[in-house]
């Protein structure tokens, strides 16, 4: 549970040192409290769909963090056998890198107002990620075609739970990338989708932060 | 273009009032309807576990003496009871019914911030409900593991439910979690972006700091039994061996080998914890309210009781093997669990003791939810006590599976929540409602209820010291066991009942007062927050007809001396020749 409990720790000091921030120096009970009067105090300068993801984020990382330490704790046990993970993967690392590189691109793009960009990046970020969707099931199909069957030993098991589990995540991203490109093709103007845009990108980013985190657990095991 | 706070917007309007009677109380957005339809539908389910309890305690204070009740059955409604009790109506009344009600109305915001998520927020949890009861009429029944689930014996034949029960509870847990994200996205956001201008964080009510501690925990707690929960699908459905070790079952040797049933513990209890708190978090914080309202005093150390919270939340991530010690474990671990254990009793007793301090000296004001309010002081104090004799290894090893552990968690976070959402339920119903609830119905509810548990849960603690086991269907000729002990599990499983049947002059209470009940006006209680400052009660869609309120002071201006009134809401200006507190109260 030590990986768990260390990106936990991370998150609840950040939230618990930003509400502490909150409470120093104040005195609430009294109503001319200069600290409590102060304009814009305690005041996030953000969109709140950013807050939300940002959120969203934090749960995510507790997710992987608690499949991650319940692999390692599992690993120690006698049984394990690692599996030999197919050289398809590294492929797919870098497909995944591209859609990332592509949705950094729109994200500048949406700030400079160039619609032709936004198009292309967004589409060439979501094919990118349908790629890696694809090539992440020819690899299952590659792994139980070698007799690495979910059943047959916990690192398979662990293997193909963790790439579907940040595979359904990617799916989960695709769907407001779906939603996004159709208005940007529909003719949406760019003031209306820089937010999804931007969102998007720092999901995928984060998406892809965790892939490379699982790929090096996975090939170090 | 600059970020523009929520309360600085000014196209007021946002919201397109409902028209239709589908999109104003069934597929509704508002904050205020989506927080009834959780409170209704928490509260069915919950009735339906108050059924379970009383069949358990029928078999429990007369054995053999009901045919319709069997082992097999026993363990379901012990199963279901304790699920359904913590998980689908504690966890969900708090968070998505207060939560949801108060969340907006406190800060002064027109509605959550993601409406649509909000609403989706309850259609999920419903349909988690939905397959949580439906699990009662599959091949086999409901599941019987214990509301702990511990593999491997939760998914092996032999327990009950092992066909679909099991399986259907691990869905409805995973949509539960789906649900609660969804909501608790939600509520942080709300209260981070959404709050009215003045409202700094240290304006807030302290309810609202118990629902966002809580609502924090919860989103990075659940996952664990999610994870948990996946896990045991697979080993159920796709014969993995995460949790499951080598074993023979029914003389047949299985293919599962080399799990780790610990490893379930671990995420689960990791999960189980901070559920505590969940449910906990949320009560102090409305209890803190009720306190000071019906004390007629600012809630004594304010910053004192938000730093408690702070100190609650991040210790509750790190007790959780203290739910172990009999499964296992290298003596130093135990030994740094009992510690943090008895350290998170630091700031829960500054808690109690700040509670106290606001009684200490007030203009105390009995009403209904006031004697709630005062209710929980002692039966969380009550509970809290017995946790500080668990929390130690060694007493706990011998405490272990009795019933003072049933005693001690019933206690702690069964009834004193209870009262909470009972006291909370009578204070906000004028505001909810229009209507006065009637007074003296609450009082006998009140009295009956709060009596009758201690006899329910008093004398179970000195049947945990006789070493009677939790978890047992009945017990025979147990030598162990003295006449007395049968005796006071008969005269337990009256009072149970009897408490059982008293919810229903709750029930009958608010449902009567919401036709009979009299005109209630908007502030019936002269409360301070912004909730009983709305320009009409009920609060119409938008809460704040045309102009967001401005905050100018904190939550707790009760007894301010020369003004001419003994509270100040909080969106009234500083006032010349006032002073702006109590100087002497301060901390």
Partial sequence: MTLALVLLAIIMATVIGWLLRQTLNSQPWDANDPVENAPGRGVIDADPAKVGLLSFLAVVTSLFALFLSAYMMRMKLGDWRPLAEPDLLWLNTGILVLASAAFQLTRGAAKREQLRTIKVGLIVGGMCTILFLAGQLVAWQRLNDAGFYMAGNPANAFFYLLTAL???????????????????????????????????????????????????????? | MAYVA????????????????????????????????????????????????????????????????????????????????VIFLLTALFLGGFGNYLIPLMIGSRDMVFPYMNMMSFWVYLVSVIVLLTSFFVPGGATGAGWTLYPPQAILPGTPGTEWGILLMLVALALFIVAFTMGGLNYVTTILQARARGMTMMRLPLSLWGIFMATILGLLAFPALFVSAVMMTLDK??????????????????????????????????????????????????????????ARKNIFGYRMMVWAILAIGGLSFVVWAHHMYVSGMNPYFGFFFATTTLIIAVPTAIKVYNWVLTLWKGNIQLTVPMLFAIGFIFTFTHGGLTGIFLGNVVVDLPLSDTYFVVAHFHMVMGVSPILVVFGSIYHWYPKITGRMFNETLGKWHFWLTFLGTYAIYLPMHYLGFLGVPRRYFAMGDTEFMPESAFLLNQSITISALFVGLVQFLFLYNIIVSLKKGKEAGPNPWKATTLEWQTPDTPPKHGNWGHELPVVHRWAYDYGVPGYHDDFIPQNVPAVAGVPTHDQDTDT
Avoid at chain 1, 173 to 193: F, I, M
Avoid at chain 2, 54 to 64: D, I
């Fill in chain 2, 237 to 294: 459905v796709a014969g993995t061996s995460f949790f499951m070790p080598a074993i023979m079952s029914m003389g047949e040797v299985l293919d599962h080998e080399g799990g780790s049933p610990i490893l379930f513990q671990h995420l689960f209890w990791f999960f189980g914890h901070p559920e505590v708190y969940i449910v906990a978090l949320p009560a102090f914080g409305l209890v803190s309210d009720l306190l000071s309202t019906h």
């Fill in chain 2, 6 to 85: 929520i309360a600085d917007r000014d196209h007021e309007l946002e919201h397109h009032d409902p028209t239709t009677f589908i999109t104003k109380y069934i597929w509704s957005q508002d904050h205020k309807v989506i927080a009834i339809q959780y409170g209704i539908t928490a509260m069915f389910v919950g009735l339906v576990a108050l059924g379970l309890s009383a069949m358990m305690r029928l078999q429990l204070g007369f054995p053999n003496s009901f045919s319709f009740i069997t082992p097999t059955e026993y363990y379901q409604f012990i199963t279901m009871h304790g699920m359904i009790m």
């Fill in chain 1, 166 to 221: 940040h595979g359904l995540h990617l799916l989960g991203g695709l769907w407001v990338w779906g939603r996004t490109t159709k208005r940007v093709l529909t003719g949406a103007d760019v003031e209306s989708v820089r937010l999804s845009v931007e969102l998007c990108t720092v999901y995928w980013h984060y998406l892809l932060l965790v892939w490379i985190g699982l790929f090096a657990l996975l090939l170090s095991t």
